[in-house]
């Protein structure tokens, strides 16, 4: 007999993924350089030329047992190692081989990171708008994931429905900063009031709650703006990382967990995670993946096109009279729709060749995400396009 509950799945694919299906098929009938696709996060930029040098030399020039064959159950320890020094020297947070796991991109991390600290039943805390995969991540391992409302005026924390939802029952918080879908970036202000919450609440019930940050945007960050290291505020966060990125890799599915030094039984956690890995397969991500990235730990692919084309979108969109946060990283915008219904208003875009994801599924109803990884001449192409879709339908 079939699981269930994976059948029922089938009737709630994801949003994204279907309009990102539209876009292709639409594209195959008058060519995808005419189709306007801000569905899908898949970035725009060529990988590191350095990166690609490591391949090929590893490639022509290693031993191919140790490139292609399993490492470690923990990830290659030169690796972990190289890891824990950039960390250190970036946020002075006394990393150590010991408190990295190497995964299979965020998404692997975050299946760790939630299997440490929950059992079946015990909540997960997130904040809208947030990433809609959150909900099988957590609801699959057997927590409940709750969702705070938005503050639809900064997509910063809203604080008192926070700590109205805080009870005894939650053993994690789960945040995305910068933020997929809004873009931005969390204050220090905000990560110290949230430290301060948890740490209260921490003592008040008599257990440890867990910051579980997921920062694979962490560095697509604008100019003149401060992304703080969440990790620096709160002692008990399990940072969960992906190189897609910084690195342009989503396809190679490689990142890790980094359990804070200063968080109790922090080396036993990253050895709970080789277990963990043993039941839920994200184990031995690929060994010459990471031994590529372990050589460009520092370095990022040629990113500031994204803040173009951020610039471009922000200021038609101002211009047409949407209300927007401006973005502060990543490579998303969230503007709120011209009309209440989100997703009747991505509909009509869809007849201008505009492909736009309603935010219902983000927590955020009357919103709607632009995934602007794209080329800049598209996005400058599409413009005129946005323009008339608004004329037309809503003046």
Do not use: W
């Not at 959150?134 to 699959?140: K, R, S």
């Not at 639809?152 to 939802?165: G, H, L, R, V, Y």
């Amino acid at each position: 007999m079939l699981v269930q509950k994976y059948r029922d799945m089938l009737s709630g694919k994801s949003v994204i993924r279907q309009l990102s299906e539209f876009a292709a098929a639409r594209g195959n009938e008058i060519g995808y350089e005419n189709v306007f696709d801000y569905s899908l996060g898949n970035p725009s930029v060529p990988v590191p030329q350095e990166f690609t040098d490591a391949m090929v030399r590893m490639l022509t020039s290693e031993n191919s047992n140790i490139l292609h064959g399993y490492s470690p159950s923990l990830g290659i320890s030169s690796v972990r190692e190289a890891i824990a020094k950039s960390l250190q020297k970036r946020f002075g947070i006394s990393y150590r081989m010991e408190n990295i796991f190497m995964a299979t991109g965020a998404a692997g991390a975050l299946a760790h990171a939630i299997r440490l600290v929950t059992e079946p039943g015990d909540e997960v805390l997130t904040f809208a708008p947030f990433f809609p995969e959150y909900h099988p991540y957590v609801e699959l391992a057997g927590a409940v994931l709750k969702v705070v409302p938005p503050n639809t005026e900064t997509f910063q924390i809203n604080f008192a429905a926070f700590e109205e939802m805080l009870t005894d029952k939650v053993m994690a918080v789960l945040i995305n900063t910068p933020n997929n879908p809004s873009g931005v970036v969390y204050s220090a202000d905000t990560l110290s009031e949230l430290s301060r919450l948890l740490k209260l609440k921490s003592r008040e019930y008599g257990h440890d709650i867990y910051l579980i940050s997921d920062e694979p945007y962490r560095e697509i960050i604008f100019e003149g703006v401060e992304a703080p290291c969440v990790a620096a505020f709160y002692d008990n966060t399990i940072m969960c990382y992906s190189f897609s990125k910084s690195l342009s890799l989503p396809g190679e599915r490689i990142g890790y967990v980094a359990i804070g030094p200063a968080c109790k039984d922090a080396e036993d956690m990253i050895n709970m995670c080789g277990q963990i890995s043993r039941g839920i397969g994200h184990n031995c991500p690929p060994s010459i993946i990471q031994l590529a990235v372990a050589e460009v730990v520092d370095k990022t692919a040629e990113l500031s096109v994204y803040e173009t084309n951020m610039k471009l979108i922000y200021n038609e969109l101002t211009e047409l009279g949407f209300t927007c946060v401006k973005p502060g990283g990543t490579f998303y915008i969230f503007p709120k729709a011209l009309e209440e219904d989100s997703i009747e208003f991505c509909q009509k875009a869809l007849k201008y060749d505009l492909v736009l994801v309603p935010a219902d599924t983000f927590g955020a109803p009357g919103f709607f995400r632009m995934a602007y990884c794209i080329d800049t001449d598209k996005v400058k192409r599409s413009l005129p396009m946005l323009r008339k879709f608004v004329q037309e339908n809503y003046r």
